[in-house]
């Protein structure tokens, strides 16, 4: 049984012809499915972007002082 994140990543496999990068590069931007297309929660791939950032305000404050 595939978990619901799955099952929308192997739609749009299905719908872009099986073509991963197709599924990063998707137009259909109204469609439904569009912000979980890479198998990952939209809150989730914020999150960790906001992490992500804070870490290299970091990063380069550190190198800054140096």
């Not at 595939?2 to 998707?26: D, F, G, H, M, W």
């Not at 939209?42 to 002082?65: M, Y």
């Amino acid at each position: 049984m595939l978990t619901p994140l799955k099952a929308i990543r192997k739609k749009c496999l299905e719908c872009s012809n099986y073509q991963y990068k197709e599924v990063e590069l998707c137009p259909i931007k109204d469609c439904p499915l569009y912000p979980y297309r890479l198998g990952k929660r939209p809150s989730t791939i914020k999150g960790n972007a906001k992490k992500h950032e804070i870490a290299n305000d970091i990063l380069i404050e550190g190198v800054k002082d140096d």
